[in-house]
């Protein structure tokens, strides 16, 4: 198994530039994440997916937008890059969501380093 | 609601001593932690977790010890190597997430 892969790892954008970061997982796993980290802030919840076609917001989610058509694939699309959206992005999948059962545990990408300019 | 400290947000061991890390939450009715370690430039890897059942779950080189009465949890980590230079998560489960501290980072002195 391949676990979680993130392409692009990294990736410079103008302000106003759109682009989707892709986050895959050949894991079989329902529950799909996305995080950003900034220096000294940890890692804070973006968007979530508990399963295809279901999506909800976490903690940060203005200027993202998600979508789960498919179990496998949980891509992050940024309308219009702005450069307070410079982080490094990571994405994570577990077999349930957290709360749902003991594998809960989070697989992590090795992320997606962002700058925008 | 949940809430996620580090008693300390660096700390320094040398190499071959044991280390603690400490963590509190606050939510009691909280049932499942987990440990994740974050070397540089890599996501965030499952260490060790512990179900709120037990108070104590030993891995390789590393234990994790549950205080249910303080609601703390600590990572030991016995003869600390280089590779354990990282920072340190016990993110605290909130409904359908985890909650991220700022984590707490581990330097290993030669």
């Known amino acids: 198994n391949a676990g979680v892969t993130q392409t692009p790892k990294f990736q410079v954008l103008k302000t106003g530039q759109s682009m989707t970061l892709q986050c895959a997982q050949d894991?079989?796993?329902?529950?799909m994440s996305w995080y950003r980290q900034d220096p000294g802030m940890g890692l804070r919840l973006i968007h979530y997916?508990?399963?295809?076609?279901?999506?909800d917001q976490g903690e940060v989610p203005n200027g993202y937008n998600v979508s789960r058509s498919t179990t496998e694939d949980f891509p992050l699309r940024l309308l219009s890059a702005a450069p307070s959206q410079t982080s490094v992005y990571f994405c994570?999948?577990?077999?349930?969501?957290?709360?749902?059962?003991?594998?809960?545990?989070?697989?992590f990408g090795p992320g997606t380093r962002l700058t925008v300019l | 609601g949940e809430s996620v400290g580090l008693h300390l947000p660096t700390l320094s061991v040398q190499e071959g001593d044991n280390s603690i890390i400490n963590c509190a939450y606050s939510?009691?009715?909280?049932?499942?932690f987990i440990w994740y370690k974050q070397e540089s430039g890599k996501g965030p890897q499952f260490i060790i977790d512990i179900r709120s059942n037990m108070d104590k779950r030993q891995g390789q080189r590393v234990t994790v010890l549950l205080n249910k009465t303080v609601k703390h949890l600590s990572l030991q980590i016995a003869a600390t190597q280089p590779g354990d230079s990282a920072v340190y998560f016990c993110p605290s489960r909130g409904t359908y997430k985890y909650i991220f501290g700022t984590g707490t980072r581990l330097k290993v002195l030669a």
């Open positions: 939510n009691s009715a909280s049932d499942y």
């Open positions: 997916s508990v399963g295809a076609g279901i999506t």
């Open positions: 894991m079989n796993h329902e529950y």
């Open positions: 994570a999948s577990s077999y349930s969501f957290p709360g749902g059962g003991r594998t809960d545990t989070q697989y």
